[in-house]
């Protein structure tokens, strides 16, 4: 995969008890989600994240969500 990093606007559906990513704007472009195969969660400092492995068909992607400062951010791409 290969690293981006990289700060994103992301449309996501906020239920009760999960998160789910729909779309997010790359390089001018908007991905639709088609599919989040993956999330886990991790700490950076005192900030919670949550991790998103997700794919719009042709492009494996992992997004991640700072709950801290709520900011979302395109972590690595992999092209199939």
């Excluded at 290969?2 to 996501?12: K, L, Q, R, T």
């Excluded at 639709?32 to 492009?59: L, M, N």
């Excluded at 400062?69 to 395109?74: A, E, P």
Aim: proline fraction near 2%; glycine fraction near 6%.
């Amino acid at each position: 995969m290969e690293s981006i990093n990289e700060s994103i606007d992301v449309g996501a559906v906020f239920g009760k008890t999960k998160i789910r990513p729909k779309w997010f704007v790359w390089n001018g472009r908007k991905v639709t989600v088609k599919e989040t195969t993956h999330t886990w969660k991790a700490r950076q400092g005192e900030a919670p994240i949550i991790y998103f492995a997700v794919t719009d068909g042709a492009t494996a992607f992992e997004i991640s969500l700072n709950q801290k400062t709520m900011q979302w951010c395109l972590e690595k791409a992999l092209v199939f």
